[in-house]
């Protein structure tokens, strides 16, 4: 691919992503619905005009660092603290659940396996890719409902946060089933490991930031120098500690939220996110999606896979909200917030390709999947906020 045809390929997305947007916005569906669909029609699988290369992935990783950096900032970390256990509990529901049911899933259409058989691997691991929670377009349909510093919404960006966390511990303790290489109980070192660093060294980067704040306040240099801590924190965290690098995005916001000028390093942060890299990112996912593959047992595979993965986020997560004293509103919206799935999940599937505990065949039940949940999640969110709103329910 020549370089210069990738300047074509980011005028059609930004105009299609922002059209279609537009255009979602005219149906009251939040815009990044309109952008996965400028993705889908503009991808191979519709008029196929571009393919996912290298650079729009990258460009795509760039949009949803900044995007959970922008969401990082915009906490309460009163609240965050708040809802903190409560969180921990829907997130570790939102992980067994799908676990269980997905593998269940798996062995009801190729078999029962017996324990340590290569099926059984094979079963727990579709259980596994189930457990990946997105949070980035739930985020960005909360932001755009104004709702994302609420409680439900601080309750699902805190869970969605732990549960890829917890995903992350699962998934290694599964290849390490496969490989002998891996470390389970190093991951979990690692995953503490990272959180003590973030925490002691992020009360020393407030400071410096603190005073560079008061220094030299509403200046661009502020925000400059916290988008690149935010890129640094999200490198330390895959390279070094084996997080995902939106987690320490999310870290590095939250570090930098209780500054005074933070509604400014957030807006001037969200003027690239709006104009460039959050439509490249939601428009990659369409982008990703191919049904070249499929035969009929796939397809009534995928449908059932979808299906599941989205009842069991709702079901595992809901009901830990109810339990944990929220109305049943509030409990479905927690549940329906945690149902999205989007890189993470390809991340996991990624790694059991090179595992051999999954075939590129189901890769297309992963980006229905990420697809349907894309699309749904901030309609229903809407809708479920308007039908509040109608009935005159105030959201704290």
């Given amino acids: 691919m020549e370089s210069y045809e990738i300047l074509r390929d980011l005028a059609i997305i930004l105009l299609f992503a922002k059209c279609f947007g ?3 916005r005219k149906f009251k569906a939040p815009q990044v619905v309109g952008q996965i669909i400028a993705g ?11 393919s996912q290369t290298d650079f729009i992935t990258q460009m795509a990783e760039v949009g949803v660092i900044i995007l959970m950096f922008s969401v990082g900032l915009e906490s309460d970390l009163k609240e965050l603290i708040k809802t903190g256990p ?3 509990l ?4 939102g992980v067994f659940v799908p676990l269980v049911l997905g593998a269940l899933l798996y062995m009801g259409f190729y078999g029962m396996a017996p324990w340590g058989s290569e099926n059984f691997y094979k079963a727990v691991f579709i259980g596994t890719i189930m457990t990946a929670t997105s949070v980035s377009i739930t ?40 490989s002998p290489d891996s470390n389970p109980m190093m991951v979990i070192i690692k995953t503490v490991a990272f959180f003590a660093v973030a925490i002691v060294g992020g009360f020393l980067f407030y400071k410096i930031f603190l005073t560079l704040d008061n220094r030299y306040p509403h200046t661009r240099r ?7 801590f935010c890129f640094a924190l999200s490198y330390i965290a895959e390279r070094y500690f084996g997080i995902a690098d939106i987690t320490g995005a999310y870290v590095a916001g939250v570090i930098l939220c ?3 000028d933070n509604e400014y390093i957030k807006r001037k942060v ?8 959050g439509p490249v990112f939601f428009a990659s996912i369409g982008l990703k999606t191919s049904f070249n593959s499929m035969n009929g047992k796939l397809f009534a595979f995928c449908i059932c896979f979808v299906i599941v993965a989205l009842l069991a986020k709702i079901i595992g997560c809901g009901l830990i909200g109810r339990l944990c004293k929220y109305n049943m509103a509030d409990s479905l919206k927690i549940g329906v917030g945690m149902m999205t799935r989007g890189e993470v999940a390809l991340i996991v599937a990624q790694k059991g390709l090179a595992a051999g505990l999954l075939t590129a065949d189901y890769f297309t039940a992963v980006i229905l999947l990420i697809l349907v949940s894309s699309i749904a999640t901030p309609i229903i969110l809407k809708l479920l906020y308007s039908r509040d709103e109608k009935n005159g329910i105030v959201h704290t």
Avoid: H, N
């Fill in 86 to 88: 409560v969180a921990f």
């Fill in 90 to 93: 829907i997130a570790c529901a």
């Fill in 40 to 50: 889908l029609l503009v991808g191979p699988c519709v008029f196929g005009w571009i």
């Fill in 258 to 260: 209780s500054l005074s």
């Fill in 270 to 277: 969200d003027v690239s996110s709006y104009m460039f890299f």
């Fill in 139 to 178: 985020v960005a349909s909360l932001q755009e409902l104004g709702k994302i510093k609420s409680k439900v919404g601080t309750t699902i960006v805190s869970a969605a946060i732990i549960d890829d966390v917890i995903g992350i511990i699962v998934l290694t303790f599964v290849i390490g089933f496969k």
């Fill in 22 to 24: 537009i255009l979602a």
């Fill in 222 to 228: 502020v925000p400059i120098i916290g988008v690149a």
